[in-house]
């Protein structure tokens, strides 16, 4: 079995910075792709940000020179940096790993969610 936990969201003024993190725990032999997605209230989810093992990343344009993720792969966590916001940016962000169990079996995994508003 296998937990992400995410922390670090919370309230910004425009303009501010926060930072995400998401660890995973349990039954992991490999931690392969590693990204933030958000979803805003009458939006779909969308992905903000990913990071292969290889550390080769991607962002929605939106994000570009403004956030920026990162993994440690000794610790299972990935991050999310995120610095000028807007808000726009007002969300719930969820991590999502894709996690290659100690069985050797591939499956996809979701954080629990974690609010980030900005606003004045």
């Known amino acids: 079995q296998v937990q992400l936990v995410e922390s670090g969201g919370g309230l910004v003024q425009p303009g501010g910075s926060l930072r995400l993190s998401c660890a995973a725990s349990?039954?992991?032999?490999?931690?392969?792709?590693m990204g933030w997605y958000r979803q805003a209230p009458g939006n779909q989810r969308e992905l903000v940000a990913a990071?292969?093992?290889?550390?080769?990343?991607n962002y929605a344009d939106s994000v570009k020179g403004r956030f920026t993720i990162s993994r440690d792969n000794a610790k299972n966590t990935v991050y999310l940096q995120m610095n000028s916001l807007k808000p726009q940016d007002t969300a719930a962000y969820y991590c999502?790993?894709?996690?290659?169990?100690?069985?050797?079996?591939?499956?996809?995994?979701w954080g629990q969610g974690n609010q980030v508003t900005v606003s004045t």
């Open positions: 349990g039954s992991i032999f490999r931690i392969n792709t």
């Open positions: 990071i292969s093992r290889g550390n080769t990343t």
């Open positions: 999502h790993d894709s996690i290659t169990t100690q069985n050797l079996v591939t499956y996809d995994y």
